[in-house]
């Protein structure tokens, strides 16, 4: 199993609506079946404002899995939204 998980650092302007956008267009990726578990999360308050805002923490059965993932059209719809808004990235997938 591929646990894959990313980060971004959003950008200041509206922040607080760029995460309600961020979690609202993240629901369309629930459509994709290959993922196995979806998590999608914003860094908690009161937490150091050095951390990542939001991230993304999906599993999925096989590396294939997450490159059909990568490929899909809500994902690619997903990552041109984020791209719009975001100041950071970090990815990361490892076996579980």
């Given at each position: 199993?591929?646990?894959?998980?990313?980060?971004?650092?959003l950008k200041e302007e509206n922040k607080e609506q760029t995460i309600a956008a961020f979690f609202e267009r993240a629901q369309k990726l629930r459509e994709i079946d290959v993922i196995k578990k979806f998590e999608v999360v914003r860094n908690a308050e009161k937490t150091p404002a050095s951390n990542y805002d939001v991230a993304l923490i999906f599993d999925f059965d096989t590396v294939e899995a997450?490159?059909?993932?990568?490929?899909s059209p809500q994902h690619v719809a997903f990552?041109?939204?984020?791209?719009?808004?975001?100041?950071?990235?970090?990815?990361?997938?490892?076996?579980?």
């Open positions: 199993m591929i646990r894959h998980i990313c980060m971004f650092t997450l490159e059909q993932y990568q490929k990552g041109e939204f984020v791209s719009s808004v975001r100041i950071d990235r970090a990815c990361i997938d490892y076996e579980i």
